[in-house]
C-alpha cells in the first residue's frame, strides 16, 4: 500500500484499530477466568491499540 492509499482510508482504519481495541478489552472483561481467552483478548487489545497510534500520526504525503 502506498501512503497515499492509507491516508485515504485513515478514519476506516482508525475505526477498526477501535473496534478492535475495545472487543479486546470487552473479550478480556467476559472471559477473566479462561487463560487462553485473556491471552487472545490481550494481543487484540494491545495490535488495536498500536494500530491506533500508528493511523492518528500519519501525516498527508507530500505530491512532488
Not at 481467552?37 to 500519519?58: K, N, P, R
Request: charged share 10%; with cysteine; hydrophobic share 50%.
Amino acid at each position: 500500500m502506498s501512503n497515499q492509499t492509507i491516508y485515504r482510508h485513515k478514519i476506516t482504519l482508525s475505526l477498526i484499530s477501535a473496534l478492535m481495541l475495545f472487543f479486546g478489552v470487552l473479550m478480556a472483561y467476559l472471559c477473566y477466568d479462561n487463560e487462553p481467552w485473556e491471552t487472545i483478548a490481550g494481543f487484540i487489545s494491545g495490535f488495536g491499540c498500536a494500530l491506533m497510534i500508528i493511523f492518528v500520526s500519519i501525516k498527508q504525503p507530500k505530491n512532488p
